[in-house]
């Protein structure tokens, strides 16, 4: 370890003073915003969803309703903010390939208007999604994802 990279990162007192991270204090973490709290009410509201036929209309109002009070709680500030990176790993870019495959794919099938002929992703992975584990799971995921982008 280089000590005068590590002397040049602390302050005199031993202290991290002179890092850029914030400092979290007891008042800034909300007893409901910790993870033993949220991802059981996730998994609560997954199991929930995972009964729900897909696209009905009880799917879709339980996807707005916690999507909606989701984006209420990001936008009026009450969900706790996590600090955001300073900058993108270069590693990340690599996660942009499926992403513009999968875009692409689905953007070139969509034009085609034949859903025999060019089946979108999303189409292929009804079979799938029919299955009420495989339900659940998704809703978790996209809670917890959704959850993440609101606490940037």
């Not at 800034?28 to 199991?47: E, G, K, M, N």
């Not at 270069?90 to 689905?106: D, I, N």
């Not at 992703?121 to 609101?150: I, N, R």
């Amino acid at each position: 370890m280089n000590p005068g990279r590590m002397a040049s990162a602390m302050s005199a007192d031993g202290d991290n003073e002179g890092m850029d991270q914030p400092r979290a204090t007891a008042e800034d973490v909300r007893p409901w915003d910790r993870a033993v709290v949220t991802y059981p009410l996730f998994a609560l509201i997954a199991l929930v969803g995972g009964l729900f036929p897909s696209f009905g209309l009880t799917a879709n109002l339980l996807v707005i309703g916690i999507g909606g009070t989701m984006f209420w709680l990001g936008i009026s500030g009450r969900a706790g903010r996590r600090a955001a990176p300073q900058g993108v790993p270069r590693g990340a870019a690599w996660w942009l390939l499926p992403v513009l495959l999968f875009a692409s794919t689905e953007l070139f099938a969509f034009s085609k208007h034949s859903i025999e002929d060019y089946p979108t992703l999303s189409l292929l992975a009804d079979p799938f999604l029919e299955h009420y584990t495989a339900k659940a799971a998704s809703y978790f995921v996209w809670l917890v994802a959704f959850w993440g982008l609101v606490r940037r």
